[in-house]
T-cell receptor, first 111, second 107 residues
């Protein structure tokens, strides 16, 4: 079956702009989580959505937000982009309390 | 504070030279330890889940083991295609990752 799909794969944005990233989970998975990966900080948890509700949130500023739709697809939004937001953004989906499967990520570059 | 530490940070092996990667963790009430493989520019690929001390899982040249304080990923007779960054993580309502071990296998 199809894996986790993230779009777009690459993005270049200017400081101050906003960006929206999309994630389609594995069919049947209702939990979607987002992670930020940078060389210095590694993989850091942003938030998790389950059945359209945010279930958990990491230590990121309010500029980072997300939502989940009734078909379990999820989007994350970053407003007022900063240079330090340049990273690989990863989405992962899970079925109940099992292992998480990751998408290929969206590489965001802020210039 | 929940913490995951991986060692070494980088490991260079010759093809066929077996070795082990370490993942030590400090969490209260482990609810799963996960190993992932990540190739450059790609998302992590799931390898194993371990839940209790003494548990072992194998897949091709990889074998993961778990104790009460750490997990090992044993690589037997590695090949160049095993080169990647190996990540371990624990589940605490979210995945808490170690910094990874970058493995390079030379022919």
């Amino acid at each position: 079956k199809a894996g986790v799909t993230q779009t777009p794969r690459y993005l270049i944005k200017t400081r101050g702009q906003q960006v929206t990233l999309s994630c389609s989970p594995i069919s049947g998975h209702r939990s979607v989580s987002w992670y930020q990966q940078t060389p210095g900080q590694g993989l850091q948890f942003l938030f998790e959505y389950f059945s359209e509700t945010q279930r958990n949130k990491g230590n990121f500023p309010g500029r980072f937000s997300g939502r989940q739709f009734s078909n379990s697809r999820s989007e994350m939004n970053v407003s007022t982009l900063e240079l330090g937001d340049s990273a690989l953004y990863l989405c992962a989906s899970r079925w109940e309390n099992t292992e998480a499967f990751f998408g290929q990520g969206t590489r965001l570059t802020v210039v | 504070e929940d913490q995951v530490t991986q060692s070494p940070e980088a490991l260079r092996l010759q093809e066929g030279e077996s070795s082990s990667l370490n993942c030590s963790y400090t969490v209260s009430g482990l609810r799963g330890l996960f190993w992932y493989r990540q190739d450059p520019g790609k998302g992590p690929e799931f390898l194993f889940t371990l839940y209790s001390a003494g548990e072992e899982k194998e897949k091709e040249r990889l074998k993961a083991t778990l104790t009460k304080k750490e997990s090992f990923l044993h690589i037997t007779a590695p090949k160049p295609e095993d080169s990647a960054t190996y990540l371990c993580a624990v589940w605490r309502g979210k995945l808490i990752f170690g910094q990874g071990t970058e493995l390079s296998v030379k022919p």
